[in-house]
């Protein structure tokens, strides 16, 4: 008796002979099936799937591998087989796209409803593209529906005359490639653009032949009535050529903004599809200018200097120029104007040290466009961190070659009225401004006018001014002027001002800096009834004279508050006489009388604090020198004699307190030179 059992079902896999994948031709292309996932379950057999095509001409690889996924054959045939998943392969340099596909038993291949042939300039739209085992079947393209990357669409005209397919001999090396070509017919252009970020209403870029082939060439011939794009206005732009990628083109174009010497050039033009509008970029192109004076804007290449908008053009760069200016700038191009503006606000330029500058430089360069021509620089900076200077320290220059400031002015602390007429030239790279002034101004009582040598640098700023000052009491008189805030007292400055006065000392405030004003000057006085004489009888010569005159003097420092002033002045009498015979007898005399005051007087308090001096000085002197025959005459040599001078002098101290003192010394008071009897 036989029992029989119940016997499970299973699942058998499927291998070749020798155990390895199993290898099958299906609908012509050459199918493998993976032995580790390909089975047989009862009625059905499944297999897991790659088809493989021939080698297609102008495909990389040439080669397509499609992985099918499980097959299922039956007794009655094979189930179709469909993917919901993107493919993707390579026709040279162009991509063909599908987001599913499908494979029918009674169809010729395996078939990409909705492909896109993305060529890096255009996209393509076929219906349905079909693999085929040697061969793409791309029939279904649709011209009448391209755009240029996803972005804009293409217009084809003459959509009938549209070929695209494997031309077997085409580009520059006529090999087989991949081909679109539109052409113009009856008048029509081949293709059409339009509706770019800001084209003027109604313009188009037009092509008589637009060629597209897969190893990346292009061929694209514009219509001959085509005179180039303008963008917003003010770009004048002749496209080249085209490439892209997804959702976006970019334009190779030559560009002219019609600015002066800024001659036509290339650019690139980016143009990408962003929330349904169309996004344009400029990828940066040299406008570089050159105006008088040799100032150059030099363009900023880095990524978004440069913006395009509705009726300007704007590039960022630098000012420079041959003296050392370096300022960040903008160029403005709008539809009648071009200009170059220090941008942003707020910069600064070296003058001095670390703690003095040019501040909040503002500036502009504009071109003259009838005259097709640029005009000087002209920019403005506030003195910083100089003492004494107040009100408007704005200061304007212009760059002629060197950097210059005419006819400017300043106002200082304690002094009401501004001094005007200066005349600056800007030593950049020394950090450092002079210049010159004429001076004609009063301060107080007292009336200036003479012409002022300017500095102002890294020590701080001053004033030297030879000339004319009337003083009350004076009237006119030769007189020097220093005012300023320096942190020493340069000699050349001292020996310049002192020149003017007889008392040759500097007032001790002023002596290790300058930081105040400081006027001195000198008065000769007619001295009555002491005539200059010169006699000369041959045998004895002897000249005498006298001069006479008033020193005065006035200061004050900024740290004060405006009203207390250093005053200071001093009467001189100079009598001298002198002689000489043929037999060498020298004789000679002089005397010198001074009487002066200097102190401290506070014009609010009426407080006040007075020095005075009075000295009498006296010399004479007597020789005897010893006749001796020489090539010209007699000579006077090996001399015998003597000399004696004395000088005795009074000093007083008187203040609003009350305060008297009163001493004797030796000396003269004016710090002159001692006397040698021979003035």
Aim: glycine share 12%; net charge negative.
């Amino acid at each position: 008796m036989f029992t029989i059992g119940e016997y499970a079902r299973q699942k058998f896999s499927i291998g070749n002979e020798e155990g390895d994948d199993l290898a099958f031709k299906y609908l012509g292309f050459g199918g493998k099936a993976a032995r580790a996932q390909s089975y047989l379950d009862g009625d059905k057999i499944v297999l897991a799937t790659t088809l493989t095509t021939e080698k297609i001409p102008g495909m990389t690889p040439s080669q397509i591998e499609v992985n099918a996924g499980p097959l299922v054959v039956k007794t009655n045939g094979v189930e179709a087989a469909s993917a919901d998943q993107p493919i993707s392969f390579a026709l040279e340099k162009w991509t063909v796209t599908g987001s599913k596909w499908t494979i029918q038993s009674n169809s010729s291949g395996i078939h990409i409803p909705g492909a896109t042939i993305k060529t890096g300039v255009v996209d393509i739209p076929v219906g349905n593209l079909v693999i085929l085992p040697n061969n793409l079947d791309a029939s279904g393209f649709d011209v009448s529906s391209i755009t240029l990357s996803g972005v804009v669409p293409v217009i084809v005209p003459n959509s009938e005359g549209a070929i695209f397919g494997y031309n077997p001999s085409v580009g520059v090396d006529q090999k087989g490639h991949w081909e679109l070509r539109l052409l113009a017919k009856d008048g029509m252009p081949a293709a059409t653009l339009s509706g770019l970020p800001g084209m003027e209403p109604g313009a188009t870029i037009d092509f008589d032949i637009f060629s597209l082939i897969s190893n990346g060439e292009q061929k694209l011939s514009f219509s001959k009535n085509y005179q180039g794009t303008t963008f917003h206005k003010v770009l004048k732009t002749k496209p080249v050529s085209f490439s892209g990628g997804n959702q976006y083109f970019q334009m190779m174009t030559s560009v002219d903004l019609g600015i002066p010497g800024v001659s036509e050039t290339s650019a690139i033009l980016q143009f990408s599809k962003k929330d349904n509008a169309v996004d344009m970029k400029i990828f940066p192109f040299p406008v570089d200018v050159e105006g008088p004076g040799f100032v150059r804007f030099i363009t900023s290449m880095q990524q978004d200097a440069q913006t395009l908008k509705p009726g300007e053009f704007i590039s960022k760069g630098q000012i420079r120029d041959k003296e050392g200016i370096v300022l960040q700038g903008t160029l403005h191009r709008t539809l009648n104007a071009a200009w170059i503006d220090v941008d942003p606000k707020g910069q600064t330029l070296p003058l001095g040290n670390a703690g003095t500058s040019l501040a909040n430089v503002e500036g502009k360069m504009e071109a003259d466009m009838t005259a097709s021509k640029w005009k000087n620089f002209r920019f403005s900076g506030e003195l910083k961190g100089f003492k004494g200077m107040t009100g408007d320290v704005r200061k304007t220059f212009t760059v002629h070659g060197s950097i210059t400031a005419d006819n400017e002015s300043l106002n200082v602390k304690n002094i009401p009225t501004p001094f005007g007429g200066m005349n600056l030239t800007y030593d950049l790279k020394n950090s450092r401004l002079t210049g010159d002034m004429q001076l004609k101004q009063t301060i107080g009582p007292m009336s200036l006018n003479g012409m002022a040598n300017i500095t102002i640098d890294g020590s701080g700023w001053h004033f030297i001014s030879g000339g004319q000052i009337s003083m009350p009491g004076l009237g006119g008189m030769s007189a020097g002027m220093l005012i300023g805030d320096y942190d020493h007292m340069p000699q050349a400055v001292a020996d310049k001002l002192m020149q003017f006065a007889y008392d040759k000392r500097v007032p001790p405030s002023f002596a290790n800096g300058i930081s105040g004003f400081f006027f001195t000057g000198e008065k000769d006085l007619p001295v009555i009834n002491i005539p200059d004489y010169n006699i000369d009888l041959g045998v004895l010569s002897a000249t005498m004279g006298a001069k006479a005159g008033l020193d005065a003097r006035i200061w004050m420092n900024f740290d004060d508050a405006g009203n207390e002033y250093g005053i200071g002045a001093m009467a001189f009498a100079h009598v001298y006489f002198k002689a000489a015979s043929i037999t060498c007898t020298k004789l000679g005399a002089e005397a010198r009388a001074e009487l002066g005051v200097k102190g401290i007087y506070n014009t609010g308090s009426g407080a006040f604090s007075v020095n005075g001096c009075g000295s009498i000085s006296v010399s004479g002197t007597a020789k005897q020198c010893f006749p001796t025959p020489c090539w010209d005459g007699i000579c006077c040599k090996s001399c015998i004699g003597g000399s004696i001078t004395k000088a005795v002098s009074v000093e007083v101290l008187l203040d609003s307190t009350g305060k008297t003192d009163l001493s004797f010394g030796f000396g003269n008071c004016s710090g002159q030179p001692p006397m040698a009897a021979n003035w």
